[in-house]
Structures are given as C-alpha cells and as structure tokens.
C-alpha cells in the first residue's frame, strides 16, 4: 500500500453512508414529547447528533423529570429501527464512494459507528453496502467507552491490523471527529450544505485535516492527500 498515503479508512455510518440522523431524531422527539419535553426536530439534532441517547439520562431527567431505563431505551430503538427500515436512504454518492475506497486499499476499510450494532448492520443492508463492511462493523455500544472516546476506532484499527496513525477516518461530527483524533488517526469532515451535519467551521475547529462537502470526491482526495 505503499503508493497510498493511507493503509486503511474508517467510516463513520449515521450522516457519512446513510441519511439517518432526521429519522431517528423524528422518533426521538415524539418520545421525549411523550415524556414532556417539547423539543422541535432541529432542536433535537443540535442536542444529540453524534451522542449515544443513553449518554443523555441526566439530560432529560432534567428536563422531564423521568429517569430513562433500559426498557424505554429498547422502546426507542424498536420504534427507531422501523421508523428506519421503512423510510432510510443513502447519503447520495455515498455507496459508490465506499465501494471504490473498498478496492483501492484491497478491502482494508472498516466500519466504526457510535450506535448498536442491529442498526448499523439494518442501515448498511438498506442501502445495499453490508456485504462491503461485512466482518469489519465495530459498535461504540460494545465498547466500554464510545464516542468522543477513541475506543471505537482503535479497535477498528486493530481488526484490520493497521496502526491507527495509518488510518484515514471519515466523520461528519465533531463529537466522532475528536474520537478519531484522539485515536491518532487522520480525520477528514464530511459537511454537505444539508441538516444534520456539523458545520466545516466546527469541524476545523476541532482539529479535522480537511471538510469536503460531496462523497463523490472521497476516493480521489484519499488517493492525493500527503500529510503536511
């Protein structure tokens, strides 16, 4: 792999390869309203984007006065995932982009989303990518410490064998962004001018090497890109 500057690429999934993060936070908001707590979708998305809901306990319990547990927790993912595998779409470009990353680093790419593993695996089978990631899915659920913490990507760096400051890691929030930096690995900022996406300022800011807006251009900037 000498000729790229990179030996394997990490995705993210929710907002990178799938259009997920408005449904699931339409579900959300329906069920903290349930609760009590009337938040408008944007609202939400501005709250919880890139945060694991049961991150989220002293939060709502603030707002609602009800403690989450585990059952209202499966209630919401139930709900979620339906909500999901009834109405999710690709990110445009973003299978054909995963597919050409896939064959120019010989299938060293992996998966390493923040959310369970069920819904990770219903996303990518949605749009038609789990044979693309089969085998390399990591879940910040079964980590003990999910994202800001880089837990999730170091063990998808292990998996494929490759020291994390060789991998490239693809992210659209600044809460994912830090948990690649923080791995040590080069973070690239996906923000289209679309909702549901931190803005390239905040990606920049956190310290991203670089925010590109279309992921029709990813393959082509992984294969240019020289650090410094």
């Known amino acids: 792999m000498s000729h790229l500057p990179f030996d394997a690429v990490l995705f993210d999934c929710d907002g990178v390869l799938v259009d997920s993060e408005r449904i699931t936070h339409e579900v959300l908001v329906a069920m903290l309203g349930e609760l009590g707590w009337t938040l408008s979708v944007d609202e939400a998305m501005q709250i919880f984007v890139g945060k694991m809901v049961k991150d989220e306990t002293a939060r ?6 009800v403690t989450i ?7 919401f993912r139930a709900r979620r995932n339906e909500a999901l595998a009834r109405d999710l779409v690709e990110i445009p470009g973003a299978p054909a982009a995963a597919r050409a990353v896939h064959a120019a680093f010989g299938g060293r790419i992996a998966l390493a989303s923040g959310a369970d593993r069920h819904k990770v695996e219903l996303q990518l089978r949605k749009v038609g990518l ?5 085998g390399r899915i990591f879940s910040g659920h079964e980590m003990e410490r999910s994202k800001p913490h880089p837990d999730v990507y170091l063990a998808a760096a292990a998996g494929l064998g490759v020291e994390p400051a060789r991998c490239a890691v693809i992210e659209d929030t600044v809460t994912g962004a830090r948990a690649g930096l923080a791995a040590g690995a080069t973070v690239f900022g996906y923000s289209p001018p679309a909702p549901g996406h931190d803005s390239a300022r905040a990606l920049l800011e956190a310290g991203v090497a670089h925010v590109f807006t279309d992921m029709a251009e990813l393959p082509a900037l992984l294969a240019r890109w020289r650090a410094g």
């Open 69 to 75: 547990d585990e059952a209202w927790l499966a209630g």
């Open 130 to 134: 789990l044979d693309c990631f089969a």
């Open 60 to 65: 709502i319990a603030a707002h609602t006065g």
